[in-house]
């Protein structure tokens, strides 16, 4: 929308996507210079290509980021369990074939809101004495028309900057996209590992105990208590597998035989 002042730009076009929360990004641009950032906002700018509207668009691509998985003893500490990396994994860009690259690790999952972004000449013009707003909502809000006091030169200059970086939902509304680096397998086998179990005396430090099993007589059931350190991100589900021995009251057989048992739950 356009203010309808002197000065004001005669067509505004969308210069590229604006990306927040992107994996590895530290603000980058590749469409030209970025704007001054009024806020503590991190952006990837990718442009567009060719004139508007005829514009070429560009293709994401998500690469598994480079890591290393130990080999881990039962006893290893918990946060242990996790992929290590050797960089920060920052996204690439290929402007020739218009390749967006962001590295993912193995079972890393990342909700990217992502939005266009203008040309701050399309947004604000520096003019003397004052600089001239290029939107019909920026000028609104600069100089609004309820008695409510009018807005600076340098807040109107940053929310300009703020609209131009493409994080303004007013001017340029956001969507959300889910990138996921999915799996086959887990990344680390799953172990049982001690636990930290109540002090018995009550008011102390929890204590590591060994998986316990109780047993009611009478009850077919027994309620373990144990615990487990496996990678959350790439492990859907846990399998316990246990297998006991157990007395046949069978006069047939003679002497009696203990007989094996096993159970496996998820």
């Known amino acids: 929308m356009l203010a309808g002042v002197p000065g004001a730009?005669?067509?505004?076009?969308?210069?590229?996507?604006?990306?927040?929360?992107?994996?590895?990004?530290?603000?980058?641009?590749?469409?030209?210079?970025?704007p001054q950032n009024p806020v503590d906002v991190v952006?990837?700018?990718?442009?567009?290509?060719?004139?508007?509207?005829?514009?070429q668009p560009f293709r994401l691509r998500i690469a598994e980021?480079?890591?290393s998985v130990p080999t881990l003893a039962p006893d290893a500490p918990a946060n242990a369990y996790e992929e290590s990396f050797s960089d920060a994994g920052q996204p690439q860009w290929d402007p020739v074939n218009r390749v967006l690259?962001?590295?993912?690790?193995?079972?890393?999952?990342?909700?990217?809101t992502y939005s266009c972004y203008l040309n701050i000449s399309d947004v604000l013009a520096l003019q003397t004495p004052k600089p001239v707003p290029q939107l019909g909502y920026l000028r609104w809000w600069a100089d609004p028309n309820d008695g409510s006091a009018v807005r600076s030169d340098q807040q109107v200059t940053a929310l300009a900057q703020f609209t131009a970086l493409g994080v303004n939902?007013?001017?340029?509304?956001y969507r959300k996209l889910?990138?996921?680096h999915a799996v086959q397998q887990p990344l680390f086998p799953p172990v049982i590992a001690p636990f930290l179990a109540p002090d018995p005396g009550g008011g102390g430090l929890p204590r590591e105990e060994?998986?316990?099993?109780?047993?009611?007589?009478?009850?077919?059931?027994?309620?373990?208590?144990?615990?487990?350190?496996?990678?959350?991100?790439?492990?859907?589900?846990?399998?316990l597998f246990a297998q006991w021995t157990e007395p046949v009251?069978?006069?047939?057989?003679?002497?009696?035989?203990?007989?094996?048992?096993?159970?496996?739950?998820?």
Do not use: C, E, Y
């Open 9 to 34: 730009s005669s067509s505004m076009a969308l210069a590229g996507v604006s990306a927040q929360t992107v994996p590895g990004n530290v603000a980058q641009s590749w469409g030209g210079a970025v």
């Open 43 to 55: 952006v990837l700018n990718v442009p567009f290509a060719g004139t508007w509207p005829d514009v």
């Open 65 to 67: 980021r480079p890591g």
């Open 101 to 112: 690259t962001v590295f993912l690790g193995k079972g890393q999952t990342a909700t990217v």
């Open 169 to 173: 939902w007013h001017v340029t509304p």
């Open 178 to 180: 889910v990138l996921t």
């Open 210 to 239: 060994l998986p316990q099993v109780a047993a009611t007589l009478g009850d077919p059931s027994v309620r373990l208590s144990f615990g487990a350190r496996f990678n959350s991100r790439t492990t859907g589900k846990l399998d």
């Open 249 to 266: 009251d069978d006069p047939a057989i003679a002497p009696q035989q203990p007989l094996d048992g096993s159970n496996g739950s998820k």
